[in-house]
Structure formats: C-alpha cells, structure tokens
Nanobody, 123 residues
Framework: QVQLVESGGGLVQAGGSLRLSCAAS??????IAWFRQDPGKEREFVAF????????DYADSVKGRFTISRDNAKNTVYLEMNSLKPEDTAVYYC??????????????????WGQGTQVTVSS
C-alpha cells in the first residue's frame, strides 16, 4: 500500500507558476495522474505519467502550460504549472495505479489518492 502526499499548492496571481509534488515511498512502480476538483463540479483529469515515465498525457485545457515529470530517486512526481489562469483554481489530487503503462483519464482507474492541495489563482 502506498500513501500519496501532495504539496506545493498556494495562492498565485494569474500568469504565475506553481510546482506541485506527489511523494510516497515505493512510488517508482506507480503510474500517477493529477486530477483537480472545484466544489460542486466533477473531478477533472489534468495529467498522467506512466510508472516508467515513458508515457505522458495532458488535458487539452492545460496542454502547453503544465508539465508532469517524475524523479524516481526521490519517489516524487511533479506537476509544473505555468501561465496559470483563474480557471485553474481547484483542489489538486494525485492518484496512483501500480505498474500501469496505458494512459487513463478516469478516476476509477486509480486506487490510491492523496489528500489534495489547494491551488488558487487570482485575477
């Protein structure tokens, strides 16, 4: 069992940047996806990276602005967020699925979830 811990959220002005981290021991064999959720809305896929790091995927709304990466030596996956917009405001969650290579944008594909970190982008 893996416990995912997100960090790096905060308040930033529009156009600014943040880097979120998702850490856990034994993370090297887990595919990780980032999702986000606003109150009253469904959880939305943001980005995915396979356990090997060879495959990534992004929602159209963040493509070209967000970058997902992993440092297996540090058991950490990162979500670098640039050119942030007010509509990026949400609670961001990382989710894990062991040894997944195929891309999935569905929350139901991931068994392990972090507690979430708030990202607020002011206009």
């Amino acid at each position: 069992q893996v416990q995912l811990v997100e960090s790096g959220g905060g308040l930033v002005q529009a156009g600014g940047s943040l880097r979120l981290s998702c850490a856990a021991s034994g993370l090297t064999t887990y595919a990780i996806a980032w999702f986000r959720q606003d109150p009253g809305k469904e959880r939305e896929f943001v980005a995915f990276i396979s356990w090997s790091g060879s495959r990534t995927d992004y929602a159209d709304s963040v493509k070209g602005r967000f970058t997902i990466s992993r440092d297996n030596a540090k058991n950490t996956v990162y979500l670098e967020m640039n050119s942030l917009k007010p509509e990026d405001t949400a609670v961001y969650y990382c989710a894990g699925d062991r040894l997944r290579s195929s891309i999935s944008r569905q929350p139901s594909s991931y068994y392990y979830w972090g507690q979430g970190t708030q990202v607020t982008v002011s206009s």
